[in-house]
């Protein structure tokens, strides 16, 4: 069956950090990228971040670029995104997705570009 979970959410004050995991279970890390999303409240959710299994290459938007790092440790089958200098506006339910495909394509952002999600991790930053 295949699954990816994430973890790590939790409230925090503007300025800290936190490290979010995807695990993913039921199938080869390694053959796949895999792409962050987050749904703000109120709005639509929105990819942000995005990594390729063989370079491997990163993507990023604007809004998190130099702060947040994604990565893989594809032998412990987990993808990470370490978020940095986190703001109020970052408040949101983080996912993670299977991209089907081993390159994050030309619209990893897209959130029908995926094929399989996590249930989402709770991020909060407030004073």
């Known amino acids: 069956q295949v699954q990816v979970v994430e973890s790590g959410g939790g409230l925090v004050q503007p300025g800290e950090s936190l490290r979010l995991s995807c695990a993913a279970s039921?199938?080869?890390?390694?053959?796949?990228?895999i792409g962050w999303f987050r749904r703000a409240p109120g709005k639509e959710r929105e990819g942000f971040s995005c990594i390729s299994s063989s370079d491997p290459s990163t993507y990023y938007t604007e809004s998190v670029k130099g702060r947040f790092t994604i990565s893989r440790d594809n032998a412990k089958n987990t993808v990470y995104l370490q978020m940095n200098s986190l703001k109020p506006e970052d408040t949101a339910v983080y996912f993670c997705?299977?991209?089907?495909?081993?390159?994050?394509?030309?619209?990893?952002?897209?959130?029908?570009?995926?094929?399989?999600w996590g249930q989402g991790t709770q991020v909060t930053v407030s004073s």
């Open positions: 039921g199938f080869r890390l390694e053959d796949y990228a």
């Open positions: 997705a299977r991209h089907p495909g081993i390159a994050c394509s030309d619209n990893w952002y897209a959130v029908w570009e995926y094929d399989y």
